[in-house]
């Protein structure tokens, strides 16, 4: 361990200030946390609660509902990554319309969807775009090179999102975020600095156990200053200005749109969508699909569970009905998600 972790582990160990709730908004955060054994070193009165970053969690049952649509009504072939295949929509979940006879190819990342589209001309294909800005950039890519391939059978249905109007929307639900270190490796950090003005304090995280108690460290050393704050700890990746050349790409592909997330509802301008340019290749305009709101089971907290308002062992089905053999909810299925985490490594008893 370096020098600089066995501080951060003597700061957090000997922590004797108020109760603290830290909002660990990257789910890769949530896991590492979990299988690092950080939760055991904290004392009691700070509480760490899962929030909105994991994409496949925070995408709402209507599009499942609408690549469900677009596999059973309209023959199209649907390419996605493993963890969507299982989230239940409204009625069935991509697996089920696969036994229904739906075209469902997983793939491991957007440009083999576009290989798929090139290797398969007579078929229609979309990618389902899910993710925060660091793999949103990817997902353009992939746009760009079936225009320059001039693939007229690949198109991208999006449910791309941008997490700084999640931290407005969860203003307050914690006393301090760790901000999610992928992201801001490409946006920067100007915006989660702008939140120190509205009383928003955290600290951008990085993934090892060194630099993931070097920053709750941190938290708890500020918070008793009494004043809202922002610090980089993870500046090895991640600078002021971020990655140019992924925003770039991104700024000339797509254009932000209210967006609705399972949990906190629609926010404003929270969403990313193909420009009116790459229409061809946005699945919602090539296929008119009609809007869809899709409902999620009643008994499922997964919405509570990713602002905060519980943990997964609050949900009377965690454990029980619901598991990751058998996942009632997003949160269960993804490898990000909190129900996930909380299942695999024992929740809070860690
Ligand atoms: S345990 Fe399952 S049903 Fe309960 S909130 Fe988590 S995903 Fe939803």
Redesign the pocket.
């Known amino acids: 361990m370096t020098g600089a972790a066995d501080k951060a582990r003597a700061i957090i160990e000997s922590y004797d200030g108020p109760a603290l709730r830290i909002m660990e908004v990257c789910g890769t955060h949530t896991h590492e946390i979990f299988r690092l054994g950080i939760r055991g070193l904290l004392p009691p009165q700070v509480r760490l609660i899962s929030g909105p970053g994991c994409p496949v969690c925070v995408t709402p049952p209507g599009f499942i509902d609408e690549a469900v649509m677009l596999g059973l009504e309209h023959d199209v072939t649907v390419c996605t990554f493993g963890d969507l295949v299982r989230v239940p929509g409204t009625d069935m979940s991509l697996a089920g319309a696969r036994s229904k006879g739906a075209r469902v190819q997983v793939v491991y990342s957007p440009l083999d969807a576009v290989d798929y589209a090139r290797d398969h001309a007579s078929e229609q294909v979309t990618f389902l775009s899910v993710g925060f800005e660091t793999t949103t950039p990817a997902n353009c890519l992939a746009v760009e090179r079936a225009d320059a391939a001039g693939l007229g059978n690949f198109s991208l249905l999006t449910a791309n999102k941008t997490m700084p109007q999640a931290y407005q929307a969860l203003k307050g639900s914690a006393d301090a975020f760790l901000y999610p270190g992928h992201v801001c490796a490409i946006t920067g950090t100007r915006a989660e600095e702008d939140l120190v003005g509205q009383g928003v304090s955290g600290v951008v995280c990085g993934f090892t156990a060194p630099e993931i108690m070097c920053a709750l460290a941190i938290i708890l050393r500020r918070s008793q200053e009494g004043r809202p704050f922002f610090a980089n700890a993870y500046p090895r990746v991640v600078t002021r200005e971020g990655n140019k050349g992924a925003q770039g790409l991104v700024a000339r592909l797509m254009e932000p749109c209210d967006a609705t997330w399972r949990g906190l509802g629609e926010i404003p301008g929270s969403g990313m969508r193909l420009r009116d340019a790459y229409a061809a290749y946005d699945a919602r305009r090539k296929f008119d699909l009609p809007h869809v709101e899709g409902r999620s089971?009643p008994?499922?907290?997964?919405g509570?569970?990713l602002r905060g308002a519980c943990t997964?062992h609050d949900?009377p089905?965690?454990?029980k009905?619901?598991t990751p053999q058998h996942?009632?909810?997003?949160?269960?299925v993804s490898g990000e998600?909190?129900?996930s985490a909380y299942y695999q490594y024992g929740g809070e008893q860690l």
């Not at 008994?299 to 997964?302: G, L, N, V």
């Not at 996942?327 to 269960?332: K, R």
């Open positions: 089971n008994a499922c907290r997964c509570d569970v997964p949900c089905l965690f454990g009905v619901c996942p009632v909810g997003a949160c269960m998600g909190a129900c």
